[in-house]
């Protein structure tokens, strides 16, 4: 009774993992697998209740955009000397958090590192459903979207938002491979686990997506296989989309944006905000499932230390930036520091150094917060941060004249806030749905690879009355 | 005989370079000379393309104070193409001199021959055409208005909402080269009036300017003209230190600029101020619509 | 007798103030002195090819057939453009020692003009003018822009010796400047061929995974199950 989905005995010559399957205590794998399965098995009202709340905001976010639709840009606070805003500002932004998946899925996986095996299956979520919302904001913000074919027909690869249309599609569908493969074993789990009292569409779905997985040895190779190319594609993929994406504005001649240094820049901002995406997330879902046993203060613990390390090298962008420009002063220079720093843009700028960049390193070296609340709240202040310096790049970048006339001012419209509600409603309701549909924790990982984590303690199983047995059996 | 047409030939040569003479005037009791003639105004004799450029002289230019107006290329422009408010396809900046005056720079799409517009648009609805004048298709643009991030000079202008028609446009079939009607959510810039060309004609601010302070002129055939003058083009940027407009971008716009703060026209560079800007045909077509700012 | 003497004086005194207050007007007059005769002669080829250098020589010498030098000769030709005409000034130079100006010039149209040098005059000097008709055939294109998505043999007629306002670039990194907007299509299309393959890879391990399952479903139909765990 001691062997699981996805754990054979392996020949030698058996492709991927280096370490000899772990002996794990049967109870733990089975407190894993009902636990991380439970979402999959029923649904309670509160979820519903969610659900509907976040539809009434999208459908509020969908509203707005009619009104667009109908009206023109004119809705919005855009015009002709700011013509960017909120919109690119948050494409910007939701790209950015996608990075995530790049991070703990193939970069630590790349390196063999162990502890994020728990997460990594909501780090992908997070790629895949930032990337769908994100892509949808190019879309928001046309002028004339009923000519998207126009892209298709007479698209030029000279133009940055060309590369920008390949590079996201590239690694949505890199992503969504990327999520799915893992998926397998686990959705063979549930086909199994979720038995006879399961609906049936329930019950055809993951035998569909299981694509018939029993653990073979020729399976796994296959597996591996794919993991491994994907995993080293994706990382170059990523790095690509996010650097295409600073360069719609790095191709082009303002002062603001006239700076080599975006690639590099926006790359290591996503991934910044990419992790702390993963820390909010992570904390939101090992609450409502009870994961504390797998998701532990180790986990917290390490992607806080690479969140200050990522402000660090953020920082070291940002001193870089500042003083070349600022040692120097050349034409528009003086004028784009002073918006930013004791102009209108100070509040948000500050935040964004202080809150964004020194709160979460300060967090981490500071023994009394380095705690799992300290680095959730890191989290938010770098979400935040993150958006924030999205904007900043937009708008403050736009606002410098190009020529002698009155600088612009620019404030986001209700339209503009409605539709970026929908986004965030959009990509709650997006992660809620997945998951219900595929576990949150990769199971088959964690069992094979990583055992019990050192120093968690079995939580209470507390009372199972109102929550929907899993496959009818009696609370243990 | 010679000696008197010399005479007074020598009298117009003593105007060269400021307007002296009609086209009319300078054509008629000239004897049987030959002129050259090309067949077609918007080709050069041989039958080459042209290279339209423009020469703004800034020492003419004084913002219309002298004639107590809003400035009349602006207003031509406006008239002849319809551009809704607030687009000033030609604008009248006023830039700072050192010393402290100012000086007023009119300011048409630069029609760079590096044009960032051109490169970053990605359905290619901002082209060049071989006559290098950068053009709109208005009907192919998809509004995402990276063209309006690269441009360097504040030369685009969008169509944040439905502008106004004015019964004219119905008439109208839709034309790159005269972007009448005007389509909500797609880009739009002055485009240096090939089709006036085509008909001989000089594009309407050059005709607005009361001071003939905007020269049209070809780089291939190497001519420019204000109306008034025909001059060729290389000789007249060179002796006239003319330059371009933040030159060290790359750009190569095809504007060049005579320095001078409206001097010729009796403007003190001191002299601050120019009157705004009016749309007389958006305010009788109005309609209700209400026009966005810039 | 006295009053003839006297007539005589007043006479005298009148002629000698006339004199006094007109001399010098009449010597301040230099009009007085009509200015010299001028003849000026120009020499031009007969023929020139269209954004080639043509030289065309003016000689002015005054009636008595010396040489004036230091004047300036503007050179012009008669033009229209769009819908202005005139007298186009090509070029203005002095004369040297032999009292001739030499003024260079391409001219960049075709077909058949007259080309006319013009001396003002001076005080001195009576004005003159001289002209020579002028033929410039050979049509080609001439200006080229520098920069732009032109691809020499692509979208380009390729040319030799070209003629333009601004000094052409030369060597290899212009070259590939100009054709590179053209070309970064192939690196672009390249790369995403290589990325998509690797993904036809992947799907193709899935289907391999599913293919596995079928055969050995076909050997033990019940080999795909494993027991329940501990639920």
């Known amino acids: 009774m001691d062997t699981v ?79 960017w805003g909120l919109y690119i500002a948050s494409f910007v932004f939701f790209i950015g958090i996608s990075h995530a998946g790049t991070l703990l899925s193939a970069i630590l996986r790349v390196t063999r590192a162990r502890w994020q095996l728990s997460v990594t299956r909501m780090a992908e979520f997070i790629t895949v459903v930032a990337l769908m919302v994100g892509a949808l904001f190019p879309f ?62 329930k019950r055809a779905f993951f035998r569909a997506a299981a694509v018939g997985w029993n653990g073979s040895p ?39 944006f006239n700076t080599s240094i975006f690639g590099a820049f926006f790359v290591a901002g996503a991934i910044y905000s990419g992790i702390a995406a993963i820390v909010l997330l992570m904390a939101v879902l090992r609450k409502l499932l009870r994961l504390e046993e797998y998701i532990t203060r180790t986990q917290f613990l390490y992607l806080g230390y690479m969140m200050a390390a990522f402000s660090l090298i953020m920082t070291y962008f940002n001193v870089s930036e500042y003083a070349v420009h600022g040692y120097k002063m050349e034409a528009g220079v003086p004028f784009h520091f002073e918006q930013l720093m004791v102009g209108p843009f100070a509040a948000l ?114 009372s199972r009355r109102g929550r929907p047995g899993v496959a009818g059996r009696p609370a243990r | 005989m010679a000696k008197g047409l010399g005479r007074r030939s020598l009298l117009r040569f003593l105007g060269a370079g400021v307007a002296a003479t009609s086209a009319a005037g300078a054509l008629a009791g000239r004897g049987a000379e030959p002129v050259a003639a090309s067949t077609h105004p918007a080709v050069a004799r041989g039958g080459r393309l042209r290279r339209w450029a423009m020469v703004i002289d800034l020492r003419r230019c004084d913002g219309c104070q002298s004639v107590g107006k809003p400035p009349q290329c602006t207003r031509a ?17 006023e830039g700072h001199l050192p010393g402290g005056g100012t000086q007023f720079i009119p300011t048409p799409c630069q029609q760079c021959q590096n044009a960032p517009c051109v490169n970053v648009c990605p359905v290619a609805a901002t082209f060049a055409t071989p006559e290098g004048v950068v053009l709109i298709d208005q009907q192919r643009c998809i509004g995402c208005r990276i063209c309006m991030e690269a441009c360097p000079y504040d030369r685009r202008f969008f169509n944040w909402g439905q502008a106004p028609q004015p019964p004219e446009a119905l008439f109208m079939e839709y034309d790159a080269e005269h972007q009448s009607p005007a389509i909500k959510g797609t880009v739009m810039k002055c485009d240096f009036c090939p089709d006036m060309a085509r008909s001989g004609r000089l594009p309407y601010c050059a005709q607005g300017c009361p001071n003939n302070a905007i020269y049209y002129g070809d780089l291939e055939e190497d001519l420019a003209t204000n109306g008034e003058e025909v001059v060729r083009f290389a000789r007249f940027i060179a002796t006239s230190s003319a330059y371009r407009l933040k030159e060290d971008l790359g750009t190569e716009p095809r504007v060049f600029y005579i320095p001078g703060h409206g001097e010729a026209a009796g403007r003190s560079p001191f002299k601050r101020g120019r009157l705004p800007t009016q749309w007389p045909w958006q305010k009788r077509v109005r309609q209700g619509a209400v026009p966005w700012t810039r | 007798m006295r009053r003839l003497r006297v007539l005589h004086g007043v006479l005298r005194v009148t002629v000698f103030a006339l004199c006094a207050t007109l001399l010098p007007v009449l010597a301040a ?72 100006a030499t003024a260079e010039f391409a001219i960049r149209s075709t077909g058949e003009f007259v ?29 080229a822009q520098e920069a732009g998505v032109r691809i020499p043999g692509l979208n380009e007629a390729p040319r030799i010796g070209q003629v333009m306002l601004g000094a052409p670039s030369a060597g290899i990194i212009p070259l590939i400047a100009r054709m590179w907007p053209g070309m970064s299509g192939w690196p672009i299309a390249a790369t995403l061929l290589v990325i998509w393959s690797l993904y036809l890879f992947v799907v193709a391990q899935v289907f391999r995974v599913a293919g596995g399952a079928a055969a050995e479903a076909g050997r033990q139909p019940d080999a795909g199950r494993a027991e329940a765990g501990p639920w």
């Open chain 3, 29 to 100: 007059t230099p009009a007085l002195a009509a200015p010299e005769a001028t003849t000026l002669t120009i020499v031009a080829p007969p023929s020139a090819s269209l954004g080639e250098p043509v030289i065309v020589q003016a000689r002015l010498v005054s009636a008595a057939g010396a040489p004036i030098a230091g004047a300036t000769v503007t050179f012009t030709t008669r033009f229209t453009f769009l819908n202005a005409g005139g007298d186009m000034v090509i070029a203005e130079e002095l004369t040297d020692r032999t009292g001739t």
């Open chain 3, 115 to 143: 080309a006319r040098a013009t001396f003002r005059g001076t005080a001195r000097y009576a004005p003159a003018q001289a002209s020579t008709p002028l033929t410039v055939g050979a049509s080609r294109q001439l200006y």
């Open chain 2, 77 to 93: 422009c406006i008239e002849g193409h319809f551009a809704p408010q607030p687009m000033e396809w030609i604008e009248v900046y």
């Open chain 1, 218 to 256: 020729a399976q796994r190779r296959a597996l591996e296989r794919a993991m491994t190319v994907m995993m080293l594609v994706i990382i170059p993929v990523a790095v690509s989309v996010h650097t295409v994406v600073s360069w719609i504005f790095a191709m082009t001649l303002r002062v603001a």
């Open chain 1, 349 to 462: 700028f500050w935040f964004y150094i202080f809150g964004g960049l020194g709160a979460p390193a300060i967090i981490m070296l500071v023994r009394r917060t380095r705690t799992i609340a300290g680095v959730v709240c890191a989290a938010v202040f770098v979400l935040l941060a993150m958006w924030i310096e999205r904007y900043l790049i937009v708008v403050a970048g736009l606002r410098v004249p190009l020529e002698p006339y009155a600088p612009r001012d620019y404030f986001p419209s209700w339209v503009e806030l409605s539709i970026l509600a929908g986004a965030f409603a959009l990509f709650a309701l997006l992660i809620s749905v997945f998951a219900k549909l595929f576990p949150v924790i990769s199971i088959w990982e964690v069992v094979e690879h990583r055992g019990p984590e050192p120093g968690a303690r079995a939580e209470n199983e507390g």
């Open chain 1, 140 to 201: 928001i913000d046309m002028g004339r979207p009923d000519r998207i074919l126009n892209i298709l027909e007479y698209g030029r690869w000279q133009s940055p938002l060309m590369w920008d249309i390949l590079a996201i599609t590239t690694y949505l569908t890199g992503s969504t491979l990327y999520l799915y493969l893992p998926l397998v074993p686990d959705f063979a789990l549930a086909r199994d686990r979720l038995g006879p009292t399961a609906p049936r569409w």
């Open chain 1, 5 to 83: 989905i996805g754990v054979r005995p392996r020949e030698a010559e058996s492709a991927g993992v280096e370490s000899p399957p772990l002996a794990v205590p049967p109870e733990w794998r089975a407190r894993l697998e009902r636990r991380a399965l439970a979402p999959l098995a029923g649904t309670g009202w509160r979820y519903y209740a969610w659900i509907g709340a976040l539809l009434a905001v999208l459908g509020w976010g969908i509203f707005a955009y009619t009104r667009q639709l109908d009206e023109g840009l004119i809705v919005t606070g855009m015009r002709d000397r700011i013509s």
